[in-house]
């Protein structure tokens, strides 16, 4: 049974960041893929980051060069550390898994993915 556990999440200010894990268990990094999405009420849930099977990471527009996605094989961990954070970052992170290799935009689409955590949230003030 996959099981994905999130953490990391809370308030901060404006500017501030914030580092998410997500704790996988019956899930093998060396096959599969992850990623980090996020939701706020009234609109769909949106792809933040992922890693594809070659190990490379994928981000949305909005976060490019300020979020990294990162894996700690060793304790089966994904992470998303989170810079220069601004109130539109505000929202519920999920994590996600799936088992299979995906690559391209694929690796964002929500639908792509059938094991998440319960969320971890994040609001940032300005």
């Known amino acids: 049974q996959v099981q994905l556990v999130e953490s990391g999440g809370g308030s901060v200010q404006s500017g501030g960041s914030l580092s998410l894990s997500c704790a996988a268990s019956g899930y093998s990094y060396s096959s599969d893929c992850m990623a980090w999405f996020r939701q706020v009420p009234g609109k769909a849930r949106e792809g933040v980051a992922a890693?594809?099977?070659?190990?490379?990471?994928r981000y949305a527009d909005s976060v490019k060069g300020r979020f990294t996605i990162s894996q700690d094989y060793a304790k089966n961990t994904l992470f998303l550390q989170m810079n220069s954070l601004i109130p539109e970052d505000t929202a519920m992170y999920y994590c996600?898994?799936?088992?299979?290799?995906?690559?391209?935009?694929?690796?964002?689409?929500?639908?792509?993915?059938?094991?998440w955590g319960r969320g971890t949230q994040v609001t940032v003030s300005s």
């Open positions: 996600a898994a799936v088992k299979g290799c995906l690559f391209g935009p694929r690796l964002l689409f929500t639908y792509a993915y059938n094991y």
């Open positions: 890693i594809d099977c070659d190990g490379s990471a």
